[in-house]
């Protein structure tokens, strides 16, 4: 059998735990027959045993017993004997469970019988969905000739356990210098995602173009009848509402509330979704969705609580009054959540007609859902200005996300940032800066500028990878590099005034 060519420093465990209970058995027996435990099928023999077992521990030889039990079994090898059968019991396999012993936690866990053609299958899954997607976007030597020299070692072994199989894609992982951000997922993993869900309901939209790009060609049943516009789904998150519902993966998205969506923009798709605003009272508790199924084609139609009932506000405002009568709007946003778009569009409109200024402060906001950032960025931006663009893992430099709409308001901008400003956040601050729209108080941003895509397998699995990176409209990679601002305390009305008079706007090219 080939050696796993990526090996890794996360692989010991199972490899230490068998190493210990060999030993705990090779000492086990060692001490019974040591002490005479044969003896013990005799009543009739009750002399002492004469042999002594001696450990050898800390520099210093410790007599553990000189005199024996009857039947040639001391107390203390009885003893040593019961100890090590202990630690052997301790470390059996069994359901999720502490063990305490020396000081030290060993988890341990229930292991679930795989078939190895499944085993075999997940393993071949994993692999092609990072042959096929995964960016070096940290340069740490990522090669793809060693991942699939790896899968070929890994999918050589044999496996009696599921767990066997996902602590290999990890060694996988762990040995091939792929990012820290990308990650093999078990499933209850995955159902803890559905925090950061792009819809509200469980689902994650894509065009039929970008579908074939990232998982393969749609179903045959949808193929013919489709355009490269039409909105598919990308993924389901299990236990989500979408899910009990039987939404799947490459189900094509008709209509929503009786409207009809093909060829619409999956923003305006998930807008449509997710409701015009989370305060207006018109806006129905359900929403309608008629979908054709990948399987068969067939158009159903489901009826599905709408997203954004109660919960935690990502949006938090107040107006401040500044020198000279200037009352200025703040705009804190916590985190890019399904909301987020919304209730920032909702603060805004409330604020427009109080106030001369904002501040969005982003400080402390480490990111979340994207597409949230592009939106908010079209409430202060003109239309048809770029918001971002995105590199693929060929390197090839993908279309800009344009913005259609005209702003909710054009009044001065500033943005808040600081070290912890990341991902989505630096999306919204880099087109804000770029575009001539807004100055950039504090300090340099985190610099996480990578695109994380979730990925889900037949058995419930995942993996939560790197297939892209975010550009800025002025096309400036910020991944490990951060945004510099434009002042570190806040200016004077005037002076960010005049350092937007001498911003370039980037060209369409």
Not at 111 to 128: C, F, G, K, N, R
Not at 473 to 494: A, T, V, Y
Request: charged share 25%; aromatic share 8%; proline share 5%.
């Amino acid at each position: 059998m080939a050696p796993n060519p990526c090996w890794g420093q996360k692989s010991f465990r199972p490899r230490l735990r068998a190493v210990a209970m060999a030993l705990s058995f090779a000492v086990v027996i060692h001490v019974l027959l040591m002490s005479g435990w044969s003896n013990l099928s005799s009543t009739r023999s009750l002399k002492p045993s004469r042999v002594r077992l001696v450990w050898q521990g800390l520099g210093r030889r410790i007599p553990v017993g000189a005199k024996s039990r009857p039947g040639g079994v001391s107390r203390r090898n009885f003893g040593a004997g019961g100890a090590f059968g202990v630690l052997l019991w301790g470390l059996r396999p069994r359901e999720s469970k502490a063990l305490n012993l020396f000081g030290s936690t060993v988890t341990v866990s229930k292991m679930t019988p795989v078939e190895q053609s499944e085993a075999i299958s997940l393993i071949q899954d994993v692999y092609e969905t990072m042959d096929k997607s995964y960016i070096d976007a940290y340069a740490k030597g990522y090669s793809s000739e060693t991942w699939k020299a790896a899968a070929e070692a890994a999918q050589g072994k044999t496996y009696q356990y599921r767990e066997q199989v996902y602590e290999e894609i990890r060694k996988m992982l762990a040995g091939c210098k792929v990012d820290d951000y990308t990650t093999f997922l078990e499933p209850e993993e995955i159902v803890a995602l559905t925090k950061y869900d792009v819809s509200g309901i469980g689902i994650n939209l894509v065009t039929k173009e970008e579908f074939k790009r990232k998982v393969g060609p749609v179903s045959d049943s949808l193929d013919e009848d489709s355009l490269d516009g039409d909105v598919f789904i990308l993924a389901v998150l299990k236990e989500s509402p979408a899910a009990a519902l039987g939404l799947h993966l490459g189900d094509q998205i008709v209509s929503v509330d009786g409207q009809n969506v093909r060829g619409a923009p999956p923003f305006d798709v998930l807008q449509r979704i997710q409701g015009k605003s989370a305060s207006d009272e018109s806006v129905p508790n359900t929403v309608t969705i008629s979908f054709k199924r990948a399987q068969n084609g067939e158009e159903q139609t489901i009826e599905i609580p709408r997203p954004g009932g109660p919960g935690d506000s990502p949006v938090t405002t107040q107006i401040e009054s500044r020198p000279g009568g200037i009352r200025r709007g703040i705009i804190t946003l916590s985190e890019f959540n399904s909301k987020a778009a919304r209730e920032v569009e909702d603060a805004v409109r409330q604020l427009d007609s109080s106030v001369d200024e904002y501040v969005l402060d982003l400080r402390y906001n480490l990111g979340g859902i994207a597409q949230e950032a592009v939106q908010i960025a079209g409430m202060f931006m003109g239309g048809g200005r770029p918001v971002t663009y995105t590199v693929s893992n060929t390197g090839e430099l993908l279309e800009g996300l344009d913005l259609t709409r005209g702003p909710l308001t054009t009044k001065p901008l500033l943005v808040r940032v600081n070290f912890l400003t990341a991902s989505a956040s630096e999306i919204l601050a880099g087109a804000l800066q770029d575009n001539c729209r807004a100055v950039l108080v504090g300090t340099r941003t985190f610099g996480k500028g990578v695109i994380q895509g979730i990925y889900q397998f037949s058995d419930g699995s995942g993996m939560k990878l790197t297939i892209g990176k975010y550009l800025t409209p002025k096309r400036r990679d910020i991944n490990n590099k951060g945004i510099q601002p434009d002042f570190f305390l806040m200016p004077s009305s005037e002076k960010a005034a005049k350092k937007l008079k001498t911003c370039q706007v980037p060209s369409d090219s």
